[in-house]
């Protein structure tokens, strides 16, 4: 978790009554390569930050083929966010390709955290066009 803390007061200050909210909303842990996360049919309430490791999210097509979405590795953030913000089912798997470590969060109470503390919107905003511009690439590519 100290990483992640220290990664976002690289960018924004960050009040301690922000951090302990982090703390208290965040679970550490380890998983092993092959691990899932999320599978492609459930309901998604999570959101990981990777701390190490390399993570990927993709879908089967109907025809069984693999189309990988978004590696995640250290400093990254991973989910199914279609499915956490249109309440759907997941249309990703999320999967382990190395042992690896995260920070596991409520997707709902880490949205939650812009209310509460308004300075974690510019990180987002920041994390978001990080994402949208690893997917145009990969798009392109």
């Given amino acids: 978790m100290e990483e992640l803390i220290k990664k976002i007061k690289s960018r924004l200050h ?7 909210f982090l703390f208290s909303i965040s ?3 380890t998983l092993t390569k092959g691990e899932v996360l999320i599978r492609q049919g459930q309901i998604v309430k999570k959101t990981f930050f990777v701390t ?16 990988t979405l978004l590696f995640a590795i ?12 249109t309440d759907e089912l997941s249309t990703l798997t999320v999967e382990c390709l190395t042992e690896s470590k995260v920070i596991e969060f409520n997707a ?7 209310a509460r503390f ?16 690893s997917l145009h690439k990969r798009i392109l590519n």
């Avoid at 190490?52 to 189309?67: A, F, P, T, V, W």
């Avoid at 250290?74 to 913000?85: F, G, L, Q, V």
């Avoid at 709902?108 to 812009?114: A, Q, S, V």
């Fill in 14 to 20: 960050l009040r301690p009554e922000a951090e302990e």
């Fill in 27 to 29: 679970k550490e842990k």
């Fill in 52 to 67: 190490s490791g390399c993570l990927r999210s993709y879908c089967i097509d109907k025809n069984g083929k693999e189309h």
């Fill in 74 to 85: 250290k400093d990254w953030w991973i989910s199914d966010y279609i499915a956490i913000h």
């Fill in 108 to 114: 709902k109470e880490l949205d939650g955290i812009h």
């Fill in 118 to 133: 308004p300075e974690f919107e510019s990180y987002q905003r920041h994390n978001l066009e990080r994402h949208v511009v």
